[in-house]
C-alpha cells in the first residue's frame, strides 16, 4: 500500500463521509448501548506546557468538562489516559491526577496511566541503551502504584510517535525492549490490558512525506518486534491503538486481519481523525460507508475490536467547543449491525477492562 502518487494525503474523507449522512450525535444514548457507548481512549488534561511553562488545571474540573460533552454526545462512559510524555515532559500528571477524576465520577469515568511515568522510564532506557536490575525494580513498583490507585490498564504508551507540528515528540522505542516485555508480564499477573501506540512500518522506510524534524529521516520496521511483544505472554491483552487512522500506508484491513488471526491476545481501538490519516486505510470510503473489507475483519473478530476518539478534554471545554474526533464514534457505531455495535460499542471495553467489577 503506497502512498498514492508519492503525495501527503490526509484522510479528510474518513469523517466528511461520515458527517455527509446528517446522523445525529447529541443527547440520546446509542439504541445498541442504552446506557451510551463506551469511549476507551481519550485523554483528560489537568496539565499542561505552555510556552516553556506548566499549566495546572483541576483534574476534577476538567472531569467535569468531559462530562459535559458525554452527555451531548450520548457517551456512557470515558477511559482517559495521560498521552506518551517522553524526555523534557516530566512531571506533567499521570495515575494521581487521573484517580482523583476518576473517583469524583464513578461509572462514567475510568482510568488508565503509565504515559507520564512508564513511557519515561522506557524512553530513558532506550536512550541510555541499557536496562539495570535497579531500573526493572524502579518500573515494577511504578506499574504496582498504578495498579493500587485504580487503574484499568497501562497507557497510552508508544512504541513509534510521529511528531506532526514542532511542540508534538517524535517517540521511538523496539516494541519488544524489555521494559514493554516487562509490562506484558505485569500486565497478565494482574489482568489489565496495555494500550499501545505504534504507527505501523512493515520495513524501515523514509519518514512519511510532508514531516520534518523531529522525525527521523527514516522510520525503523516494527511488525516483528510487536509480534514478539505479543507472543511473549499470551495472557497480556495489548491494545494496538488508532485503527482506521494510518500515517504510514502499512496499517490496512489486511495487515490487521493477518495479526488478529495470528494472536489472541491483540485488540484495537478505532480512530477517525479528518485532519491526517490516509484514505486508503481509513474504514469509510469517500461515501460515508463501511468498506466491506472492515466489516468483514470485525465480523472475523467481533471480541476484539472498541472505540478510542483519541479525543484532548481541557477544562475549560463546553458544548460550544464539541470534540472533533468523538462524534464520529457514534457514527461508526450506527454504520455496524445492531450485533456488531452493541460488541464494539458496548460489551468489548466492559471485558477488556473489567468494568463494572
Same mark, same amino acid.
Given at each position: 500500500m503506497g502512498w498514492l502518487g508519492g503525495a501527503w494525503r490526509v484522510g479528510l474523507v474518513c469523517l466528511a463521509g461520515a458527517l455527509a449522512l446528517g446522523l445525529a450525535t447529541g443527547g440520546t444514548a446509542f439504541s445498541q448501548c442504552p446506557e451510551g457507548y463506551i469511549d476507551a481512549h481519550t485523554h483528560l488534561m489537568v496539565m499542561e506546557a505552555q510556552g516553556g511553562r506548566r499549566h495546572e488545571a483541576n483534574p476534577v474540573g476538567a472531569s467535569q468538562a468531559a462530562l459535559r460533552v458525554m452527555e451531548h454526545l450520548g457517551m456512557g462512559m470515558l477511559l482517559v !489516559?495521560?498521552?506518551?510524555?517522553t524526555m523534557g515532559q516530566e512531571d506533567l500528571f499521570d495515575a494521581e491526577e487521573l484517580a482523583l477524576a476518576a473517583k469524583a465520577h464513578p461509572g462514567r469515568l475510568a482510568f488508565l496511566a503509565g504515559g @507520564?511515568? &512508564?513511557?519515561? !522510564?522506557?524512553? =530513558?532506557? $532506550?536512550?541510555? @541503551? =541499557? $536496562?539495570?536490575e535497579e531500573l526493572r525494580a524502579s518500573f515494577t513498583a511504578r506499574a504496582e502504584a498504578i495498579i493500587a490507585l485504580g487503574a484499568r490498564g497501562f497507557g497510552e504508551l508508544a512504541a513509534e510517535h510521529l511528531s506532526f507540528r514542532p511542540e508534538h515528540p517524535y517517540i521511538s522505542a523496539p516494541p519488544d525492549h524489555p521494559l514493554f516485555l516487562l509490562l506484558a508480564d &505485569?500486565?497478565? =499477573?494482574? @489482568?489489565?490490558?496495555?494500550?499501545?501506540? !505504534?504507527e505501523a512500518v512493515a520495513m524501515d522506510m523514509p519518514r512519511p512525506e510532508g514531516l520534518g524534524a523531529p522525525n527521523p529521516p527514516r522510520l525503523p520496521a516494527n511488525l516483528a518486534a510487536l509480534e514478539r511483544l505479543l507472543a511473549h505472554n499470551r495472557q497480556a491483552k495489548i491494545i494496538w491503538a488508532h485503527a482506521g487512522w494510518d500515517n504510514t500506508g502499512h496499517r490496512g484491513a489486511g495487515l490487521c486481519r493477518r495479526l488478529l488471526d495470528a494472536h489472541p491476545n491483540l485488540y484495537m481501538s478505532f480512530k477517525l481523525d479528518k485532519r491526517r490519516g490516509l484514505s486508503a486505510s481509513c474504514p469509510l470510503d469517500d461515501q460515508g460507508r463501511l468498506k466491506p473489507e472492515w466489516l468483514e475483519l470485525i465480523r472475523a473478530h467481533p471480541d476484539r475490536f472498541i472505540l478510542g476518539s483519541d479525543h484532548f478534554f481541557l477544562s475549560d471545554m463546553d458544548r460550544r467547543h464539541l470534540p472533533q474526533r468523538a462524534p464520529a464514534m457514534a457514527r461508526l457505531l450506527r454504520l455496524l449491525p445492531p450485533d456488531l455495535a452493541e460488541q464494539v460499542g458496548c460489551e468489548n471495553p466492559r471485558r477488556v477492562f473489567g468494568l463494572g467489577e
Open positions: !489516559m495521560p498521552p506518551p510524555f @507520564g511515568s &512508564l513511557n519515561l !522510564m522506557i524512553q =530513558r532506557a $532506550v536512550a541510555d @541503551g =541499557r $536496562v539495570s &505485569l500486565a497478565a =499477573r494482574h @489482568g489489565l490490558p496495555i494500550d499501545l501506540h !505504534m
